[in-house]
């Protein structure tokens, strides 16, 4: 079974952007603090994307 981490860090992308936003009443840098995560998160995504790409050009 091949895991897909790339659907994962796309979630966690949007959770983390909605989850600022959510927050932003109360927490005073919530949204920026959302949207740091959720780079991290893209960026996660774009790693395991290509790196799945490559291993499936290599076989």
Known sequence: MSKNYT???ILLFSFSIMGGYALK???EYAVTAGYGF????ML????FQ????VEKKNS
Do not use: I, L, Q, R
């Open 7 to 9: 659907v994962f860090f």
């Open 25 to 27: 009443n109360s927490v």
């Open 38 to 41: 959720g780079m991290v998160f």
């Open 44 to 47: 996660a995504a774009v790693y």
């Open 50 to 53: 290509t790196k799945k790409s």
